[in-house]
C-alpha cells in the first residue's frame, strides 16, 4: 500500500513552455502533498506544501508564480513549471501524506519526474 | 528550526561487511525521524521511522537505527550489506504538530565486492 506515481517520467521542453506534472496517490487519500526538487548530488530541497482544496504553501524563494501547483482531489496534484528555462531543469519529487491534521506522519514518495529544458 | 546532518557524504563498504550511517538533529524537543533510501533516478523508500516508544527501530531490507536523546542522533545500521544496498540514504526529522519534513544532505553507499 501507499503508492504514489508521477507523471511524467521524464519530460524534455523547449524554453518558454509550461510544463505539467503529476502527482497521485493510488491506494490511499492525501490530504496533503509536498514536491521537492533535488539537484545533482544534492538534498531535497521541499518547494511547496500542497493541501487540498486551498491554496499551497510554498518556501521562501520558490516563486509560486512560476511553480503553479493544484490540488484538486484528495489523490491528484499538479505542479506546472510556467515559461520554463534551462536553469529549471532539475529533478522534480512529489510525495503524499498519510492521515490529516497536524500530526506528522511519514511521507510516501513518488518515482520523480527528471525535467529537462532545452 | 530543526536540522540534520548527515556527516558523511560517502561511504565504502565491502559486501558482507557492517554498516553504520550517521545522522544527528538539532530539535529542541524530541522529533519524529525517519531514514529513506534513494536508488539513482528514483524516488525516496521509507526505511524506517521514530516516532516514540522503543528507542531501536527496525526497518525494512533488515535495516535498523537506534535513537539516542543524549546525543541528539539517529544512526542507521545494517549488520551485513548487499550490493544491492547501494544507493543515497537520507535522514529526515519532522516536528511534532506540524506536517514539514527537513530531510538531510544524503550519504552514498558504494558497496565493493
Known amino acids: 500500500g501507499a503508492v504514489v506515481s508521477q507523471h511524467p517520467s521524464r519530460v524534455i521542453c523547449k524554453s518558454g513552455t509550461s510544463v505539467k506534472i503529476e502527482c497521485r496517490s493510488l491506494?490511499?487519500?492525501?490530504?496533503?502533498m509536498f514536491w521537492y526538487r533535488q539537484f545533482p548530488k544534492k538534498s531535497l530541497m521541499l518547494m511547496a506544501t500542497s493541501n487540498e482544496g486551498s491554496k499551497a504553501t510554498y518556501e521562501q524563494g520558490v516563486e509560486k508564480d512560476k511553480f503553479l501547483i493544484n490540488h484538486a482531489s484528495l489523490t491528484l496534484s499538479t505542479l506546472t513549471v510556467t515559461s520554463a528555462h534551462p536553469e529549471d531543469s532539475s529533478f522534480y519529487i512529489c510525495?503524499?501524506?498519510?492521515?490529516?491534521?497536524?500530526?506528522?506522519?511519514?511521507?510516501?514518495f513518488g518515482p520523480g519526474t527528471r525535467l529537462t529544458v532545452t | 528550526a530543526q536540522s540534520v546532518t548527515q556527516p558523511d557524504i560517502h561511504i565504502t563498504v565491502s559486501e558482507g561487511a557492517s554498516l553504520e550511517l550517521r545522522c544527528n538533529y538539532s530539535?529542541?524537543?524530541?522529533?519524529?525521524l525517519f531514514w529513506y533510501v534513494q536508488s539513482p533516478g528514483q524516488g525516496l523508500q521509507l526505511l524506517l521511522k521514530?516516532?516514540?516508544?522503543?528507542?531501536l527501530v527496525q526497518g525494512i531490507k533488515g535495516f535498523e537505527a537506534e535513537f539516542k536523546r543524549s546525543q541528539s542522533s539517529f544512526n542507521l545500521r545494517k549488520p551485513s550489506v548487499h550490493w544491492s544496498d547501494a544507493a543515497e540514504y537520507f535522514c529526515?526529522?519532522?516536528?511534532?504538530?506540524?506536517?514539514?519534513?527537513?530531510f538531510g544532505t544524503g550519504t552514498k553507499l558504494q558497496v565493493i565486492p
Open positions: 521514530y516516532f516514540s516508544g522503543d528507542t
Open positions: 529526515a526529522v519532522g516536528l511534532g504538530g506540524y506536517q514539514k519534513v527537513t
Open positions: 510525495s503524499a501524506q498519510l492521515g490529516s491534521g497536524r500530526v506528522v506522519r511519514e511521507q510516501y
Open positions: 491506494d490511499f487519500q492525501a490530504t496533503t
Open positions: 530539535y529542541g524537543a524530541t522529533p519524529y
